[in-house]
């Protein structure tokens, strides 16, 4: 688990994985990993119990990297990968372990089936972003933009599964290198999941393994400080995994649509007194994001208080 002013939900989470290890009783042997991002509400310390290792961080080094670092020189069968914002069904570890012994060993990783706090059904897989795909998912909600439709939650293959909740087999894991830290935020789990395909290692959705997802990303009105680490993202993936031409049209269509947007929420937030919403949106941030992103270099992170700024990749 990857931490960072989690203090809220992160023991609901570890509550749920003693039960889940409890349920699967001998036949699962799990070490329970919190790499905690700098966080200043007391995350650190509220993971600190009997049967967790903490892995206090200096500074808050992304999702990714730091995942990589809680990973680091695990020899286990599978590495499973959860947001501290969950909570894991009873049966989390048990129904892993059945369905990971039945797995053909090209099978590198296998997503869960995520639901809402009222038990609807959460969008967890989705389709590898293509330029077409992209610009035709702004038709839908912004919850539902990456994401296959939940008619089409179907246990077996997938191109990729959320990061949110996922297991990956040791070796393969080994084999692609772990997270590309590279990406902060975003399209990490969707890079993983390619990477992994591409070196031979399938991706597959398995409906039992079920987890509570309290406040997914995509729900939440997206904040400011994260677009340009958003749009880094959209291009760090393209860049690596789709023809050239693809990443420049992408590249100009957001670029087109952060400087009419700049100038229309500078001219409103004039008018008002105030800055709000696209107004409050660093633009000159979103810039250097998409020179980063064509460019190959380090993206945009996020700095202590929520601050974006720009980090050499680790």
Partial sequence: MVSHQSAAVLPNLLDSLERARARAGPKVRAEVVVADNASSDGSAGIARRPGVRVLPLAENLGFGAAANLALEGGDADWLVVLNPDLVVDDGFLAVLADAAGSLPLDVGILGAALANPDGT?????????????????????????????????????????????????????????????????????????????????????????????????????????????????????????????????????????????????????????????????????????????????PGPRLGPGGATRAEPAR
């Fill in 121 to 297: 059904p959460q969008p967890s897989i989705g389709d590898f972003p293509t330029l077409s795909r992209t610009l035709a998912s702004l038709r839908r909600p912004r919850s539902e933009r990456k994401y296959r439709t939940l008619a089409a939650h179907a246990r077996g293959p997938a191109d990729w599964v959320t990061g949110a909740a996922l297991a990956v087999r040791g070796s393969c894991w080994k084999a692609i290198g772990g997270f590309d830290p590279g990406f902060f935020l975003y399209y990490e789990d969707t890079d993983l999941c390619r990477r992994a395909r591409d070196a031979g290692h399938r991706t597959r959705f398995e409906p039992a393994l079920r987890a509570v997802h309290l406040s997914p990303l995509a729900q939440r009105e997206q904040p400011p400080r994260l677009v340009p680490v958003v749009r880094y993202a959209q291009l760090r993936y393209f860049r690596a995994h789709r023809p050239a031409y693809e990443l420049w049209l992408l590249a100009l269509c957001v670029t087109l649509w952060s400087v009419a947007a700049s100038v229309s929420s500078r001219a409103s937030g004039d008018a008002a007194g105030h800055v709000e919403g696209d107004a409050a949106i660093d633009w000159s941030a979103v810039r250097r994001a998409l020179r980063a992103g064509l460019r190959g270099g």
